[in-house]
């Protein structure tokens, strides 16, 4: 997306970032996971809304998976 930002004449970019607890830097709008579109380790929909990434390893938050939205 930045790339295709980039050649349309974009000249400011913004990205977010988060750093997990064994200090990995991650790309991340938020500083927890959001339930709206985060799927935990056991494939259900996570309910907390206060799952901080700085609280969990890299290896631990490559167990969620982000990003689809969930069904109503």
Same mark, same amino acid.
């Given at each position: 997306?930045?790339?295709?930002? &980039?050649?349309?004449?974009?000249?400011?970019?913004?990205?977010?970032?988060?750093?997990?607890?064994?200090?990995?830097?991650?790309?991340?709008?938020?500083?927890?996971?959001?339930?709206?579109?985060? @799927?935990?380790?056991?494939?259900?929909?996570?309910? @907390?809304?206060?799952?901080?990434?700085?609280? &969990?390893?890299?290896?631990? &938050?490559?167990?969620?998976?982000?990003? @689809?939205? @969930?069904?109503?």
């Amino acid at each position: 997306a930045f790339a295709r930002a &980039l050649s349309l004449g974009v000249s400011t970019l913004e990205l977010d970032t988060a750093i997990t607890r064994d200090g990995v830097i991650v790309v991340s709008h938020d500083a927890t996971l959001n339930p709206d579109i985060t @799927r935990g380790p056991d494939a259900t929909w996570i309910a @907390r809304r206060d799952l901080a990434i700085h609280a &969990l390893t890299w290896k631990e &938050l490559q167990s969620y998976d982000v990003g @689809r939205i @969930r069904p109503l």
